[in-house]
């Protein structure tokens, strides 16, 4: 499986950003997938989860009301939609897929600037 992450960038507090994630090889063995991230001098932390069906979604208490996290299992892509943006969001933003063993993507970069 490899996964492959794009939407990331540079956004204002409050602003929004869509995070995508898409998944290749054996997708078929793909149960959940989640998003983590990474700030600067702290470890790395879910963010949010998806099950294969997309029928239950965890989030981080930081997120919750902010973050949506959905999948389109017929373009193998998943997604997180970010809201309200803030500061402390700031952070390396990887995606994450567990299928006979974990899989990462490369990550992409999230800035907010306040």
């Known amino acids: 499986v490899q996964l492959v992450e794009s939407g990331g960038g540079l956004v204002q507090a409050g602003g929004s950003l869509r995070l995508s994630c898409a998944a290749s090889g054996s997708t078929f063995s793909i149960n959940a997938m989640g998003w983590y991230r990474e700030a600067p001098g702290k470890q790395r932390e879910l963010v949010a989860l998806i099950t294969s069906g997309g029928g239950s979604t965890t989030y981080a208490d930081s997120v919750k009301g902010r973050f949506t996290i959905s999948r389109d299992n017929t373009k193998n892509t998943m997604y997180l939609q970010m809201n309200s943006l803030k500061f402390e969001d700031t952070a390396v933003y990887y995606c994450?897929?567990?299928?006979?063993?974990?899989?990462w993507g490369q990550g992409t970069q999230v800035t907010v600037s306040s």
């Open positions: 994450y897929a567990l299928a006979t063993r974990s899989y």
